[in-house]
Protein backbone atom coordinates (compact mmCIF):
# COMPACT_ATOMS: atom_id res chain seq x y z
CA UNK A 1 0.00 0.00 0.00
CA UNK A 2 1.39 2.87 -1.45
CA UNK A 3 1.73 5.73 1.39
CA UNK A 4 1.37 9.81 1.56
CA UNK A 5 5.63 9.18 1.63
CA UNK A 6 5.82 7.22 -1.59
CA UNK A 7 3.42 10.01 -3.43
CA UNK A 8 5.64 12.64 -1.94
CA UNK A 9 8.73 11.15 -3.66
CA UNK A 10 7.09 10.57 -6.47
CA UNK A 11 5.91 14.38 -7.00
CA UNK A 12 9.81 15.47 -5.82
CA UNK A 13 11.42 13.48 -8.24
CA UNK A 14 8.65 13.75 -11.26
CA UNK A 15 8.34 18.05 -10.76
CA UNK A 16 11.98 18.79 -9.23
CA UNK A 17 11.72 22.26 -10.69
CA UNK A 18 8.33 23.03 -10.44
CA UNK A 19 7.63 25.54 -7.80
CA UNK A 20 6.08 23.92 -4.32
CA UNK A 21 5.50 26.40 -1.85
CA UNK A 22 5.73 30.39 -1.65
CA UNK A 23 5.88 32.66 1.27
CA UNK A 24 3.43 34.83 0.56
CA UNK A 25 5.30 37.03 2.94
CA UNK A 26 8.52 37.48 0.96
CA UNK A 27 7.75 35.80 -2.35
CA UNK A 28 10.40 33.06 -1.12
CA UNK A 29 9.60 29.61 -3.88
CA UNK A 30 10.58 26.20 -2.75
CA UNK A 31 10.60 24.06 -5.20
CA UNK A 32 9.76 20.16 -5.18
CA UNK A 33 13.76 19.32 -5.15
CA UNK A 34 14.31 21.46 -2.38
CA UNK A 35 11.15 20.96 -0.37
CA UNK A 36 12.53 16.85 0.03
CA UNK A 37 15.93 18.43 1.13
CA UNK A 38 14.42 21.00 3.44
CA UNK A 39 12.27 17.25 4.57
CA UNK A 40 15.94 15.63 4.98
CA UNK A 41 17.43 18.56 7.25
CA UNK A 42 14.04 18.56 9.30
CA UNK A 43 14.66 14.68 9.76
CA UNK A 44 18.19 15.16 10.80
CA UNK A 45 17.31 17.70 13.56
CA UNK A 46 14.28 15.52 14.66
CA UNK A 47 16.90 12.15 14.94
CA UNK A 48 19.83 14.79 16.62
CA UNK A 49 17.24 15.70 19.50
CA UNK A 50 16.22 12.15 19.99
CA UNK A 51 12.49 11.70 18.26
CA UNK A 52 11.18 8.98 17.45
CA UNK A 53 7.87 7.69 16.04
CA UNK A 54 4.93 8.60 17.92
CA UNK A 55 6.89 11.28 20.03
CA UNK A 56 4.66 15.08 19.77
CA UNK A 57 6.39 17.54 18.48
CA UNK A 58 4.81 21.34 19.01
CA UNK A 59 5.30 23.67 16.36
CA UNK A 60 4.33 27.18 17.97
CA UNK A 61 4.64 29.53 14.70
CA UNK A 62 2.55 31.49 12.22
CA UNK A 63 1.54 30.36 8.87
CA UNK A 64 5.06 30.40 6.35
CA UNK A 65 7.15 28.26 4.46
CA UNK A 66 9.06 27.14 7.98
CA UNK A 67 5.60 25.92 9.70
CA UNK A 68 4.85 23.92 6.49
CA UNK A 69 7.96 22.27 6.11
CA UNK A 70 8.62 21.35 10.02
CA UNK A 71 4.96 20.23 10.04
CA UNK A 72 5.14 17.86 6.74
CA UNK A 73 8.82 16.62 8.06
CA UNK A 74 7.59 16.16 11.64
CA UNK A 75 4.43 13.65 9.87
CA UNK A 76 7.40 12.13 7.65
CA UNK A 77 9.24 10.83 10.55
CA UNK A 78 6.24 9.37 12.07
CA UNK A 79 6.25 11.77 14.84
CA UNK A 80 3.36 13.36 15.59
CA UNK A 81 2.99 17.72 15.20
CA UNK A 82 0.81 19.54 17.47
CA UNK A 83 0.65 23.16 15.73
CA UNK A 84 -0.54 26.06 18.45
CA UNK A 85 -1.81 29.40 17.91
CA UNK A 86 1.84 32.09 18.58
CA UNK A 87 -1.50 34.02 19.98
CA UNK A 88 -2.59 31.93 22.93
CA UNK A 89 -1.20 33.72 26.15
CA UNK A 90 1.46 31.94 27.97
CA UNK A 91 -0.98 29.88 30.52
CA UNK A 92 -3.23 29.06 27.49
CA UNK A 93 0.48 27.63 25.92
CA UNK A 94 1.20 25.96 29.05
CA UNK A 95 -1.63 24.22 29.84
CA UNK A 96 -1.68 23.01 26.56
CA UNK A 97 2.20 21.85 26.69
CA UNK A 98 1.33 20.27 29.98
CA UNK A 99 -1.21 18.05 28.58
CA UNK A 100 0.25 16.96 25.27
CA UNK A 101 3.22 15.33 26.23
CA UNK A 102 5.22 17.59 23.44
CA UNK A 103 9.12 15.98 23.42
CA UNK A 104 10.13 19.54 21.46
CA UNK A 105 8.89 22.65 20.79
CA UNK A 106 9.68 24.70 17.78
CA UNK A 107 8.84 28.33 18.00
CA UNK A 108 9.45 31.65 15.47
CA UNK A 109 9.27 34.16 17.93
CA UNK A 110 10.11 34.68 21.69
CA UNK A 111 7.70 32.84 23.14
CA UNK A 112 7.07 32.24 27.50
CA UNK A 113 7.19 28.22 27.93
CA UNK A 114 7.59 28.17 31.61
CA UNK A 115 7.31 24.72 33.29
CA UNK A 116 7.74 22.95 29.78
CA UNK A 117 10.32 20.57 30.64
CA UNK A 118 11.95 20.05 27.19
CA UNK A 119 14.21 21.89 24.63
CA UNK A 120 12.71 24.06 22.11
CA UNK A 121 14.28 25.26 19.35
CA UNK A 122 13.77 28.09 16.39
CA UNK A 123 11.36 26.35 13.96
CA UNK A 124 13.76 27.70 10.97
CA UNK A 125 16.35 25.31 12.44
CA UNK A 126 16.73 22.83 9.73
CA UNK A 127 17.95 25.42 7.50
CA UNK A 128 21.13 25.24 8.82
CA UNK A 129 21.16 21.35 8.80
CA UNK A 130 23.43 19.28 6.34
CA UNK A 131 21.29 17.02 4.21
CA UNK A 132 21.32 12.90 3.99
CA UNK A 133 19.98 10.56 1.78
CA UNK A 134 16.25 11.55 0.75
CA UNK A 135 15.26 8.59 -0.12
CA UNK A 136 15.75 7.33 3.45
CA UNK A 137 13.81 10.02 4.79
CA UNK A 138 10.56 9.62 2.54
CA UNK A 139 10.71 5.52 2.43
CA UNK A 140 10.86 4.89 6.48
CA UNK A 141 9.61 2.52 7.46
CA UNK A 142 6.98 2.87 10.11
CA UNK A 143 7.24 -0.08 12.34
CA UNK A 144 8.63 -0.41 15.74
CA UNK A 145 12.32 0.14 15.84
Known amino acids: ?11 ISRSRNRTF ?8 EVTYASFGEHLTRVANVLRSEGIREGDVVTLIADNSIDMAIMF ?3 IVQGAIAKPLNPRLTP ?3 AN ?3 HSGSKLVF ?7 TGFAGRHLPINTYRSVETANL ?5 KNFTEE
Not at 107 to 113: C, F, N, P, Y
Not at 135 to 139: F, R, T
Open 72 to 74: YGV
Open 21 to 28: LVEWSTGE
Open 135 to 139: DGVLS
Open 96 to 98: LLA
Open 1 to 11: MKTINDYTAAS
Open 91 to 93: SEI
Open 107 to 113: VDREIDL
